[in-house]
């Protein structure tokens, strides 16, 4: 089983539907991320949470909200998707310390009719 | 804010080497991470650099110079299976927050 695992990993929604992407890991991390990617734009962080207290915007968090129920779950809500929103989400985590590393799900492909 | 700039596309042949460069602005640079990503896939975490210097892992190194806010990734003995994007990632602040580049597509031709 995937360390970082992502539900749905295909969705195809209309415009102005709510939509959850989830994300569960077993690496017992705290740190957890929701990415978006563009063709030609690479990762966009959207939020991201050191702990279930803590959860920060990132670049592009317009039009997203998040929460994180336990440490193991972190889940990114549209509440109105829009067709500029149809991209590919990553949900990613990190442990403590300086390793650099990022360990990623495989991969939301979202598409907004 | 930061910013991130790598080449968009490279082409190279098997078993040749390629250099794949990146430049950073960011306010608190911590350190300078790669990743592969193949089509349709995860990104893959390949080296991370935080001082000066080069880190070799196997065919791949990686080398940082934070007065030039500058990083390359190095390929040898490139391989058909080596085609692929490849990102760098500047850690920004001690939390460990990423922000990426747009990502070069290496294509690896026989």
């Known amino acids: 089983d995937a360390d970082v695992t992502q539900t749905p990993r295909n969705r195809i929604t209309k415009t102005g539907k709510r939509i959850m992407l989830e994300c569960s890991q077993t690496k017992g991390h705290d740190r957890m991320y929701w990415y978006r990617q563009d063709p030609g734009l690479g990762l966009r962080l959207i939020y991201y949470s050191f702990d279930v207290k803590d959860i920060n915007k990132g670049e592009i968090s317009d039009g997203y909200s998040v929460s994180r129920q336990a440490q193991a779950k972190f889940s990114l809500s549209l509440e109105s998707a829009i067709p500029n929103q149809t991209a590919l989400y990553f949900c990613a985590t990190s442990g403590y310390g300086t390793t650099g590393e990022l360990f990623f799900g495989e991969g939301s492909r979202l598409t907004v009719l | ?110």
């Open chain 2, 1 to 110: 804010g930061q910013s991130l700039e790598q080449p968009s596309e490279v082409t190279a042949v098997e078993g040749a080497i390629v250099q794949i460069n990146c430049t950073y602005q960011t306010s608190g640079f911590y350190g300078l991470s790669w990743y592969q990503q193949h089509d349709g896939g995860a990104p893959t975490f390949l080296s991370y650099n935080a001082l000066d210097g080069l880190e070799e892992t196997g065919r791949f190194s990686s080398f940082l110079s934070r007065s030039d806010s500058y990083g390359y990734l190095l390929l040898q003995e490139l391989q058909m299976k080596d085609s692929a994007s490849y990102f760098c990632a500047v850690r920004d602040g001690d939390f460990n927050k990423f922000y990426f580049g747009s990502g070069t597509k290496l294509n690896v031709k026989p």
